[in-house]
């Protein structure tokens, strides 16, 4: 069965070897939306202190 998975089942650097093209648009738009959110969390935990404090 071992041998089955190493043949069917290429690890993940020779995917990244073969789509960088495509993986690094992809991987920049994740990291992009990331750190979105986290401004987004960020910036309604202030406002939900802001008006908890008026």
Known sequence: MSVLTRV???SMSDV???YP???RPCAAMVEV???RCVEFVRDASSRRLRVGFK
């Open 33 to 35: 939306f990331t750190l």
């Open 8 to 10: 069917w089942a290429p």
């Open 16 to 18: 990244m070897a073969s």
């Open 21 to 23: 093209v495509i993986l």
